[in-house]
C-alpha cells in the first residue's frame, strides 16, 4: 500500500498535474510551492460566491446560504473600507463565539486587503487589552460576553490610537462612537461588488494568538500564501490516500465508494466544534468547506448530545474536533438512538488519537473511516495526515507530511539528526510555505523559533521507513524520572485502553528523590467502576513499572478543557497538587 501512496504523491505533484509544484522564493529562502495556487483568501470567497442559494452555515437553529452570507460580507467590507478605511496593511480583530457574524466578518477583512485577528474568546478584559494592544486594529467586532470584558479597557486602548468597535448580538450600552451590528450590515442594500483591494501573497491573512507555557501569547502572523497552501495540502492529503487506495485494490475502493454514495446526503456537511480563533476550525474546517461549497455546522457551546443531535439533522458528513470530543460521542448514549449514517470522517487534531479510539472510530462508522491530522499554529494548519486503510495501519501515526513542507529531527542543542534511522528520536522542524511569517512586534522570538526558516514544532517525533511521522511527546510535556524521559501521551494511550475510562491526563508530580514522578488525573464511564490496584492490573502488561502513576486521582468532574476542547494540564496539576 505505502508504494501505491508513493505513487500516488508523484503523479499529483508532477508537472501539469492539478497540485504541481514549483519553486519560488519567500522571505529570502527557496521553497516548494503549488503552481495552480490562488493568489489570494479573497480569491477563495470570489470562487464560492458561486455556490448561490446552496446552504452554507448552520448555527443552531439558524441557516444561511452562501448567496445570503456573500450579501453581508459585501456590505460590511464597504463599510469597513468607507468608514474607517481599512484595506491593505490594516487589521480587524473579531471576538465572538462561533456565531455566523464571524464567518461574514471573516471573508469581509479578507477582501479589503486587511488581516484578521482572531481573538481568544476565553480570555479576560486584561488579556483582551493585551491582544488588542499588540495587533492594534481599527476596528473590534465583538458580542456581548466579549463587549462586557473589553468597555472597560477601551479609553486605555484609545490612549494612543483609534479602535472602533462594531457590537453583534447585544443590546448593552456602547460608548458613543461604537456600532451596532444591524445598523451597519445591509444585505438587502450591498453593492454588487467587493471593495477594490491590492493583495500580495505574503501579506497577513490571519493573526492568531499561541499560549506559550510563560509570558503574553504570541501573535502568529499566518500569510495568504500560508492559508492558501494549507487548504491545498489538505486536499491533497485525501485525494492522494484515495488515489492509493484505488491503485492497491481497484475492486474494494470502488465497492467502499459505492456505500458511501449510497448513503451520502446531497451536500457534504462539516460539523466545526472547536472556535473560529483557532486554525482547526478556521484553516482546516471553514477554509475547506467552502471552497468545495459545503455545508458547516456550529453549535453555541460544545455538548456532545446536541452534536450528535446535529449530525442527525443536519446530515453531517465530517466531524473534526478534539479527540475528546469524538470519545464522548461515541460513549454518549444517544450515539445508540440517533441516525449517525451520513458520516463518513470523524476524527480531527489537536492531540494524537489514542490507537483505542481509532478503533472505536472505525467500529462505529460502517461508511467512514477514522482521519487524523498534526499541526500548529504557525503551520497555518496541517502538518500532516493520516486517514483511511493508512490510518489502520499505522494507528499511532500521524502520518506522512505534506507535499508544501521539508521536514528533519534536531537533537536538544540543535543538531540535525540522521535521516535514515526510523528510530531516532528529536524535535520535529518543519520549513515552507504554510510556515508563519513571524511573531507580531516579537523579532527575538521569531528568530529563536525559526531559524534559518525551519520552524521548531517543540514536539519530539519520529519518522520511519515509510515517511511516517509518530509523535511521541511535547517536548515540554514529558515526565523526567530519575533521568528517565516518560511521555505523557504514552501513558495516557494505555490507559485509555481500559473500557472504565473516560478521560485521562498524565503530568508531572514533584518528587524529592527522582525529581519527577509520574501522576494521572482519571475520569470514568459513568456507572463503571475502577481503583488504583485495578488501573495498575490493567497497566502492568502494557507499560515499564517505572511509567505506571504513582499518583492516581478518580474525578467525578470532566477535566478542565481549555477553548479548543484540549485538557488544561497545568490547571489540572496545580488543582491536584494544592489540594493534597
Known sequence: ??????????????EGSQFALTKAEVLGHEIDVFAQAPPSMRFVWELATGYGDATYVVFEDESYTYAEIDARVRSLAHHLRDAHGVGSGDRVAIAMRNYPEWIVSYWAVLATGAAVVGMNAWWTSQEMAYGLSDSRPKVLIADDERLERVIPELDGLRADGSLHVISVRSDRELPDDASRWDDIVDPAAAPDGLPEATIDPEDDACIFYTSGTTGFPKG????????????????????????????ADPEAAAAAEAAVAEKAPPQTAFMAPTPLFHVTANNCLLHPATLTGSKIVFTYK?????????????RVTNFSGVPTMSREMLLHPDWETRDTSSLQGMGGGGAPLQPDLVEKIDENLPTGAPSTGYGLTETCGIVTANGSA?????PSSCGPIVPTL??????????????????VTGELC????????????????TAEALPERWFRTGDIARIDEDGFVFIVDRAKDMVLRGGENIYCSEVEAAIYKHPAVAEAAVFSVPDDRLGEDVGAAIVLVDGESLDDAGLRAHLEPLLAKFKIPNHVWFLDEPLPQNANGKFVKRTLQEQLLSSD
Open 1 to 14: 500500500m505505502i508504494e501505491h501512496l508513493r505513487a500516488a504523491r508523484a503523479e499529483l505533484t508532477a
Open 220 to 247: 502568529a502572523q499566518l500569510t495568504n500564501r500560508g492559508c492558501v497552501s494549507n487548504l491545498m495540502n489538505l486536499a491533497f492529503m485525501t485525494t492522494a490516500m484515495k488515489m492509493a487506495e484505488a491503485k
Open 302 to 314: 460544545w455538548d456532545a448530545a446536541r452534536a450528535i443531535e446535529l449530525i442527525e439533522r443536519e
Open 390 to 394: 493508512f490510518y489502520m495501519a499505522k
Open 406 to 423: 521539508q521536514a528533519k529531527l534536531i537533537d536538544e542543542l540543535g543538531n540535525d539528526l540522521p535521516d535514515d534511522d526510523p528510530n
Open 430 to 445: 518543519v520549513k515552507g510555505a504554510v510556515v508563519i511569517k513571524g511573531y507580531l512586534n516579537k523579532p527575538e522570538a
